[in-house]
């Protein structure tokens, strides 16, 4: 008889899936913010891998005893397991680092906000996954509050905007990570959500090991201090353990569509924190696009289509 799921597990997965899939963009915004005091002493590729090293060493206490129990079934699913960890967690952040240090974070974040778009029109091309109405109407509402907030309330400012290659490296990156939600319906069944992330940040750290490595040949090296570890262990822990596990639970329940949405969130939550913690000002149009996400937000999620739970064990 397998053992009783543990505490934590068995929280999340009674947890309303829109206050996970809302958790989840608030800590990958708080990553952005972390993000721009560690740029300079931290290069891409290091960042990404240390930042899923001290992930694997966070998350190890509580994954082994349900890796090892598993492990079978870890070895009977490995092709989509492997797929899962090498775009959701290794290239992907690779990318998006790496193309950061080529364009603007404006661009970046603008860039980003387009994930649900690209996983509604993936999700339709190669799942046949249609919205309603109502729900293409919130999508429409979401966007124009993004774009409000990154334009500033200028159409010049959109007119303005040009790719770039650190763009089409960030354009990369978002289309992996679409995927990545996509594949998530192809979890194998019967793996505790646990050993599932800790498998996947094992891959996908493997994965950027060789990246790493010829960063640190060309001589980019990490500067350790004790504000850049605690930094690491910070994003490794709430951009990473808890969001991953959030993100993936609140997919499973309400499907990729409809979970792409709440990415919206993250320029929302990247300004309020720059206004909180960088003494940025939070002015008129941000409020405006605001609300107009959070509308979008509510009517794609109110008529929503629950997606099938998935046979997921213990969660």
């Known amino acids: 008889m397998p053992p009783p799921p543990s505490a934590p597990a068995s929280r999340i997965g009674a947890a309303n899936p829109y206050l996970l899939l809302t958790l989840t963009p608030l800590f990958w915004a708080g990553n952005w913010i972390v993000g721009r ?3 300079p002493d931290i290069p891409p590729m290091a960042m990404t891998f240390f930042r899923w090293f001290f992930s694997l060493v966070l998350l190890a206490p509580f994954a082994w005893p349900h890796a090892r129990r598993e492990w079978p079934i870890v ?8 797929l899962l960890g090498v775009i959701g967690v290794g290239t992907h952040n690779a990318l998006a680092y790496l193309g950061l240090n080529y364009t603007t974070a404006t661009n970046g974040v603008i860039l980003n906000s ?3 778009v690209m996983i509604i029109t993936l999700s339709w091309i190669f799942l046949r996954e249609r919205l309603t109405t109502p729900q293409s109407m919130g ?4 966007l124009a509050g993004v774009l409000t907030i990154l334009s500033g309330g200028s159409l010049a400012a959109l007119i303005a905007f040009r790719l770039n290659g650190g763009d089409l490296l960030v354009i990369l990156s978002m289309a992996m990570w679409s995927i990545y939600t996509i594949c998530l319906r192809w979890r194998p069944p019967g793996l505790h959500m646990l050993t599932f992330l800790f498998v996947l940040m094992a891959v996908g750290d493997l994965a950027v090991l060789p990246l790493f490595a010829v960063e640190y040949a060309y001589g980019r090296h990490m500067v350790i201090t004790a504000q850049n570890v605690a930094a690491l262990l910070a994003v490794a822990l709430f951009s990473s353990v808890l969001a991953y596990i959030f993100w993936n639970r609140g997919v499973e329940l309400v499907g990729a569509s409809v979970a792409g949405l709440f990415l919206h969130l993250m320029p929302v939550f990247g300004v309020v924190l ?3 913690f960088l003494d940025e000002r939070l002015a008129p149009f941000h409020v405006a696009g605001i609300a107009l996400i959070l509308a979008g937000i509510f009517v794609t999620s109110r008529y929503g289509r629950r997606a099938l739970p998935l046979p997921v064990g213990t969660d």
Do not use: D, T
């Open 274 to 276: 720059a206004w909180i």
């Open 114 to 116: 387009f994930i649900p």
């Open 37 to 39: 005091g560690l740029a």
């Open 75 to 82: 070895r009977r699913h490995w092709k989509p397991m492997l």
């Open 139 to 142: 999508v429409a509402v979401s």
